[in-house]
Each structure stands twice: as C-alpha cells, then as structure tokens.
C-alpha cells in the first residue's frame, strides 16, 4: 500500500504544475492591482473629493492606483503564515504598507484561527478593499467607503464555515486593537487609536440566491483633530482679525465607535447586483448615527458589464447623493478594464466626501453662529470621470 | 494544401468534435468512505467542503469548462473572481491542482479521500466513477 501511494505521489508529482496547496513547505505567491485614472469636474478649482482627497481637477492617478503582493507559506499542513504588502498613495504620498501578516491555524475542516496583522472586517469588501478586481467599480461607493478609514488591526479571530447543501454560512469573529494609525480630515492626517476592537459577522453564501453578509465592528476611539486657522473675528468677539489659533474640532477620548453593515450580493453570470447598507455612531460626538448606502445593479453582454449604482449618505441632516454609470470589459480572465462617470450632489450646507479644510469649517461655524461674519455653508457637486485597468495573478 | 496536412487537419477535427461530445466523469477512490452528492461536490471545489480532498486541473480544458458549467454554474472568470475573493481576503486556497486526466486518475487512485474530474474516456478500473456530466 505504501509502495503503491509512493509511486502514485511521484507520479503526481512529476506530472504537476506548481503547487499551489499549502501542504508543508509550500507556498504561493499571487499580486492584484490597479491602474487607474479620476477627474473631478464641476467644482471650483482646487476642491478635492475623496476618501483621502485626491480627487480633483487634475488627471491624477495615485486615487485610485495601488499595487499588492501576498505570499502564503505552509509551515505544516495546518500552520501557515501570509504576508501581504501593498503600495498606494495616501492623501499626497505613496507609502508602503503591511497590511497582513498572520500565522493560520485550520484547526478541522471548518474551523480557521488567525492571529497577528489582520484586515479589520468593516464592511462588505474590507478584507478585498484594495484588490479593484474583486468589485464591480473602479472607485468603491464614496459614501460606504469613506466611514471608516481603518484597514487593518493587530489581533486574533476565527472563521468558521460550514458547508450547506444550497451554499455554506461562514461565521467570523475578531478582537484587537489598531493603534497609530491615520485618519484624513479636513486635509490633514491626525493621530487616532482603535482600543477594545471586537467584530462579528455572519455570512450566507447561496448557490442560487446570492450572498448575504451582515457585519458589527465596535472599537474605543481615542484621537484629537485639530485645526490651524486664522481668526476673522475681532476681540472681545474672538482673538483678533488675522491672528492665528489652533482649534479643536473633534476629541475622543476611549468613545465608543459602533458601525454596522448589511450587504447582499447577486452574480449568476449574467446579472450582477452589490447592496451594502451602513450605520456608524460615535457616543459622546455630539453627533447622530450616520447612516449611508449603495444599489448597484448590472447585466453581462458577452464581456461587457455595463452597471449602474446610486449611492447615498446621511449625515445629521446632510446629505450627499450619488449616480454611477460604468462600463467594464473583461480583457481576460484576471484582467478588467472599467470606466465609469459619477455625479455626486450634496444638499443642506453638507461637505460630503468633499474636502472641506479647517478654516472653511470654521468660517462656516462663526456665520452659523453669528449671521453676520464668516461664510454660510454651501452645497457642493461634482462631474468626477475615472478609467483604468485592475488585474491579479 | 497537401494531403498528409488535410489528413491531419481532419485527425484534429474528428479530435475535437470527440473532445465536445465527450461526458465528464467525476471519480472517487474505489475505497472511498462516502459518495458525495452533486451539491458536496460543488462545495469540495469551491473550498467550502474540506471532508475530501479535491484534484483540480492546471489547464482550463473542456472537461474542466464542463465540470465547473455543471456542478457550480460558473464560468472561467467567475470561477477565477470566485477564488481571488477567497485568496485575497485570506479565507481559502485553490486547491491542489495536477497535469492532465491521466495525473487526476492516478491520484485518485492512489488516495483514499481524493475526488476528481476526467474526461469519461481516461477512466479505468483504478477508480470508481460517482456520476457524469454531459
């Protein structure tokens, strides 16, 4: 019998392409990235949009452009280590980061223990969030994707799958924390931690129906965001027409941050739909929860995927509102060319995913509450064309 | 055109009309523990169902375009999208994956909870055939 299976391993063997199992002392390397190009027009000059502002009028690249490589390797059959490295441009630089860098433990056929550098499980597509290949869009709805800017946390968690007659559900639950790490607001990046981070989510995989994943990631927030601006206010009103000040405009101290998301996805190969719902609430902010969504809907034409997504974000009486028109064309089976034209209007005197900086805030907070001096809060919109390319091997 | 090319042409032609109408065959060890259903085979090759080992194909040969059509209903870059999902976001490898039907066979035979798909033609008496694909 040993004979026997020697002879059909080796026979396996010689006849095999590279391995591409962890069995012990294997390993597999695979990359993914994007190449892509965005415009922002419609807005006065200068005005930025995005998640890290770098959105504009400008053809600019590093919004959208970012490049990866991880590599699993098989310590034994059930221990592994993945690495994962990405390069993408955060806020006006481009930074190499490690986004992943975790020992796995298959503890049985269906359970996985992790523990070490993780992907934070926010929302639908936070642990794909920088592989453009795993969505439909060149930019990921704005709306969802700019509420929390945490990628990644030091911890453990555990994935438990169980296979169904129809699909499988997947349960996955995670703790940690993420300290030090940046968070882009009013055209600055500010220190903020994450302590007590614990997550939970569900997910039902149905061969027929689609994917239903509904996600809870709660985290102590503790950061100070600060503004240097110039005062337009004379004293005894302020400090004096021209004087510079340093304001706060946001101090959490180990407040607790809550963000639930709801998402449900459809592909049967010819008609494809993505949903996500999301609702984050900061306790002591002063602040309502702020709630946003997407509904993307689109049908295959041979290798084509023209789609189109509406897109909505409501903020304590604000709101930002969105239409997405894009064309994909599958080049090959790991490569997709997309273009796509987004409309975004905001209305109430609300900034969106609009930059608006520190003295702006604050000529608009002294005109709120004044009604004389500063500048009252206007509505921004936006014409904002991307093309490019995303691939993976 | 000369006669030994036209001969030739024609050998490839009637190779591939056999190749289309060929059934595929997914085959399990003869000592195999369980005989799983269409659905557990889905899962098997898609990573969710570890119970069995899965044998994939490197190439994407009709035989592989024809067990994917017929067991999980996805096509070559569905099935391609389907697993960088699962790489990139840490939750699965693809699975081992081997030569040609010949390799496929004889790894089948030679492990007890090795599941595979063949072109019905490359099966022998070394494993046992679960059911087939047309």
Same mark, same amino acid.
């Given at each position: 019998?040993?004979?026997?299976?020697?002879?059909?391993?080796?026979?396996?063997?010689?006849?095999?392409?590279?391995?591409?199992?962890?069995?012990?002392?294997?390993?597999?390397?695979?990359?993914?990235?994007?190449?892509?190009?965005?415009?922002?027009?419609?807005?006065?000059?200068?005005?930025?949009?995005?998640?890290?502002?770098?959105?504009?009028?400008?053809?600019?690249?590093?919004?959208?452009?970012?490049?990866?490589?991880?590599?699993?390797?098989?310590?034994?059959?059930?221990?592994?280590?993945?690495?994962?490295?990405?390069?993408?441009?955060?806020?006006?630089?481009?930074?190499?980061?490690?986004?992943?860098?975790?020992?796995?433990?298959?503890?049985?056929?269906?359970?996985?223990?992790?523990?070490?550098?993780?992907?934070?499980?926010?929302?639908?597509?936070?642990?794909?969030?920088?592989?453009?290949?795993?969505?439909?869009?060149?930019?990921?709805?704005?709306?969802?994707?700019?509420?929390?800017?945490?990628?990644?946390?030091?911890?453990?968690?555990?994935?438990?799958?169980?296979?169904?007659?129809?699909?499988?559900?997947?349960?996955?639950?995670?703790?940690?924390?993420?300290?030090?790490?940046?968070?882009?607001?009013?055209?600055?990046?500010?220190?903020?931690?994450?302590?007590?981070?614990?997550?939970?989510?569900?997910?039902?995989?149905?061969?027929?129906?689609?994917?239903?994943?509904?996600?809870?990631?709660?985290?102590?927030?503790?950061?100070?965001?600060?503004?240097?601006?110039?005062?337009?206010?004379?004293?005894?009103?302020?400090?004096?027409?021209?004087?510079?000040?340093?304001?706060?405009?946001?101090?959490?101290?180990?407040?607790?941050?809550?963000?639930?998301?709801?998402?449900?996805?459809? @592909?049967?190969?010819?008609?494809?739909?993505?949903?996500?719902?999301?609702?984050?609430?900061?306790?002591?902010?002063?602040?309502?929860?702020? @709630?946003?969504?997407?509904?993307?809907?689109?049908?295959?034409?041979?290798?084509?995927?023209?789609?189109?997504?509406?897109?909505?974000?409501?903020?304590?009486?604000?709101?930002?509102?969105?239409?997405?028109?894009?064309?994909?064309?599958?080049?090959?089976?790991?490569?997709?060319?997309?273009?796509?034209?987004?409309?975004?209007?905001?209305?109430?005197?609300?900034?969106?995913?609009?930059?608006?900086?520190?003295?702006?805030?604050?000529?608009?907070?002294?005109?709120?509450?004044?009604?004389?001096?500063?500048?009252?809060?206007?509505?921004?919109?936006?014409?904002?064309?991307?093309?490019?390319?995303?691939?993976?091997? | 055109?000369?006669?030994?090319?036209?001969?030739?042409?024609?050998?490839?032609?009637?190779?591939?009309?056999?190749?289309?109408?060929?059934?595929?065959?997914?085959?399990?060890?003869?000592?195999?523990?369980?005989?799983?259903?269409?659905?557990?085979?889905?899962?098997?090759?898609?990573?969710?169902?570890?119970?069995?080992?899965?044998?994939?194909?490197?190439?994407?040969?009709?035989?592989?375009?024809?067990?994917?059509?017929?067991?999980?209903?996805?096509?070559?870059?569905?099935?391609?999208?389907?697993?960088?999902?699962?790489?990139?976001?840490?939750?699965?490898?693809?699975?081992?994956?081997?030569?040609?039907?010949?390799?496929?066979?004889?790894?089948?035979?030679?492990?007890?909870?090795?599941?595979?798909?063949?072109?019905?033609?490359?099966?022998?008496?070394?494993?046992?055939?679960?059911?087939?694909?047309?």
């Amino acid at each position: 019998m040993t004979a026997l299976r020697v002879a059909g391993l080796a026979a396996v063997c010689l006849a095999a392409t590279p391995a591409f199992a962890l069995e012990q002392g294997e390993h597999r390397f695979n990359g993914f990235g994007t190449v892509g190009f965005t415009h922002l027009g419609g807005e006065d000059d200068g005005r930025s949009y995005g998640i890290q502002g770098q959105t504009n009028d400008s053809w600019r690249g590093d919004q959208l452009s970012k490049f990866g490589a991880q590599l699993s390797y098989g310590i034994t059959d059930t221990l592994g280590v993945t690495v994962q490295a990405t390069a993408k441009a955060q806020q006006d630089e481009w930074k190499a980061n490690l986004e992943w860098a975790y020992l796995s433990l298959q503890a049985n056929d269906q359970l996985m223990l992790r523990a070490g550098r993780l992907r934070s499980p926010v929302y639908m597509y936070s642990e794909s969030l920088d592989v453009g290949y795993s969505y439909p869009w060149l930019r990921l709805p704005d709306e969802v994707y700019s509420q929390v800017q945490l990628t990644n946390y030091e911890g453990i968690d555990a994935v438990y799958t169980v296979p169904l007659s129809y699909g499988s559900v997947t349960l996955q639950l995670a703790g940690g924390q993420a300290k030090n790490r940046d968070y882009y607001a009013y055209d600055e990046q500010f220190d903020i931690d994450y302590g007590n981070l614990f997550g939970a989510s569900i997910s039902l995989a149905t061969n027929d129906f689609g994917t239903l994943r509904i996600g809870y990631v709660e985290a102590d927030i503790k950061t100070d965001i600060t503004g240097n601006v110039i005062s337009i206010l004379p004293v005894p009103f302020g400090p004096g027409i021209g004087v510079a000040e340093q304001r706060s405009l946001l101090a959490l101290d180990k407040s607790k941050g809550k963000f639930t998301s709801i998402g449900y996805q459809y @592909d049967n190969g010819t008609w494809i739909s993505s949903n996500e719902w999301t609702s984050r609430l900061i306790e002591n902010d002063g602040m309502e929860a702020i @709630d946003s969504f997407y509904l993307m809907g689109g049908r295959r034409f041979g290798d084509l995927l023209p789609h189109v997504t509406y897109a909505q974000l409501d903020d304590n009486g604000g709101r930002q509102s969105s239409w997405t028109l894009g064309l994909n064309y599958q080049a090959t089976p790991t490569v997709v060319v997309k273009g796509e034209y987004k409309r975004v209007d905001t209305k109430n005197g609300f900034d969106g995913v609009f930059t608006r900086n520190a003295q702006e805030l604050y000529e608009n907070e002294v005109f709120e509450r004044t009604g004389m001096a500063g500048t009252p809060a206007r509505n921004y919109d936006g014409d904002i064309v991307s093309v490019g390319v995303d691939f993976v091997f | 055109m000369k006669a030994s090319t036209r001969i030739l042409c024609g050998a490839a032609l009637v190779g591939m009309v056999t190749l289309a109408q060929a059934e595929v065959a997914v085959i399990v060890n003869p000592a195999a523990a369980k005989a799983p259903s269409q659905s557990d085979v889905a899962n098997i090759f898609l990573g969710k169902d570890k119970s069995m080992k899965g044998v994939d194909q490197a190439g994407w040969t009709p035989a592989k375009e024809a067990f994917y059509a017929g067991v999980t209903s996805k096509n070559e870059s569905q099935l391609k999208s389907y697993w960088s999902g699962l790489i990139f976001t840490g939750k699965g490898q693809p699975l081992p994956s081997v030569a040609d039907d010949a390799a496929v066979v004889a790894k089948v035979a030679a492990e007890a909870d090795a599941i595979g798909y063949v072109d019905s033609s490359a099966v022998n008496g070394s494993v046992k055939v679960l059911f087939t694909l047309p």
